[in-house]
């Protein structure tokens, strides 16, 4: 059984720092590229980055680059989120999901949340002060 589960949110100053993780278990996260996705209240859920292993192995959503960071340990099967300079906007649910069928993040495809197979449970970010 695919499971992934978010931990690391919490509440944040505005300019603060937060690492979200995303562990896997049941599957090995290496053969999959890995989306974390957020939805603020309100408003529908959105691509934040994507990560996969090999050429176009990462990508961030406008809104976010230069501020977040993707990464991934494949011995601990687990992808991180480094999130810096946080705004208030930046106040989510983030998810990451797993999607076995993306051999790239290059582009908008990544952004398709119906490629994705397994998601977590979700992670409450709050920025504010």
């Known amino acids: 059984q695919l499971q992934l589960v978010e931990s690391g949110g919490g509440l944040v100053q505005p300019g603060g720092s937060l690492r979200l993780s995303c562990v896997a278990s049941g599957f090995t996260l290496d053969d999959y590229a890995v989306g974390w996705f957020r939805q603020a209240p309100g408003k529908e859920r959105e691509g934040v980055s994507c990560?996969?292993?090999?050429?176009?192995?990462?990508n961030y959503a406008d809104s976010v680059k230069g501020r977040f960071a993707i990464s991934r340990d494949t011995a601990k099967n687990t992808v991180y989120l480094q999130m810096s300079s946080l705004k208030p906007e930046d106040t989510a649910v983030y998810y990451c999901a797993a999607n076995r069928g993306l051999n790239h993040c290059s582009g908008d495809v990544w952004r398709d949340q119906i490629r994705y197979a397994a998601w977590g449970q979700g992670a409450q970010v709050t920025v504010s002060s």
């Open positions: 990560i996969i292993t090999g050429p176009g192995s990462a």
